[in-house]
């Protein structure tokens, strides 16, 4: 155990990842470069998919990668100092905090994004090889339909699956097994409204302006 997590207490470690995860990059973007709010505009969400729409591709891009940059950070400091793999059940927890900080960032009365790009910087941290299956999936579906939800949900529902598959790494504990399911299922769960759109063949595709709300 490093000396960091020593000194630090366990539960230190998800109150941190949690308060990284609840940054709002994406409406801070707009509302301070734009002079927008996002959440009156499109879906209301204020993940890069929206700030594109809103705010147009360089916000856009910054926000998907302050949104990764945060969800990596807090488990790459996990791994790094509080022990990493040596102690699964921590590694599960600041996985979850990280992604819910975002989903129920305290700065937006517990109301946040969708949890796809933070997700991203999390695995990225965690699990590079079957990050890059899914992000193969996320590739193939938003080629072949253009809808970033879609593509989004199809790519949390593989990340479990190639979560056993032999990609370099041995597989994980089962504690973190089921982390990766429960983010996976809560990131879904958030594409709901989504998914009604898309039955209902509302849904915006890639490229969509976004409608101001009153």
Not at 74 to 91: D, Q, T
Request: hydrophobic share 55%; proline share 6%.
């Amino acid at each position: 155990m490093t000396p960091a997590a020593q000194l630090w207490p366990a539960a230190g470690w998800p109150v941190l990842a949690f308060l990284l995860g609840s940054i709002p990059f994406g409406y801070l973007l707009c509302r301070f470069a734009a002079g927008t709010d996002v959440r009156r505009t499109g879906s209301g969400n204020i993940g890069a998919t929206n700030v594109l729409r809103t705010a147009g591709k360089k916000l856009g891009l910054l926000t998907l990668l302050l949104d990764a940059g945060k969800g990596w950070l807090g488990l790459w400091l996990a791994l790094r100092f509080a022990g990493g793999w040596s102690r699964p059940g921590l590694l599960a927890t600041v996985l979850l905090a990280a992604v819910g900080g975002h989903l129920f960032s305290p700065w937006m009365r517990f109301r946040g994004g969708k949890g796809v790009a933070t997700g991203l910087g999390a695995f990225l941290a965690l699990a590079p090889g079957p990050l890059a299956g899914t992000a193969v999936v996320f590739a193939l579906v938003l080629a072949r339909w253009r809808y970033v939800s879609l593509a989004s949900i199809c790519a949390c529902a593989a990340l479990p699956l190639l979560l056993l598959l032999p990609l370099g790494q041995p597989r994980p504990p089962a504690v973190m097994e089921a982390a990766v399911l429960a983010t996976a299922g809560l990131i879904i769960l958030r594409h709901r409204a989504n998914l009604q759109r898309l039955r209902q063949g509302t849904e915006a595709k890639l490229g969509a302006k976004a409608a101001v709300h009153a």
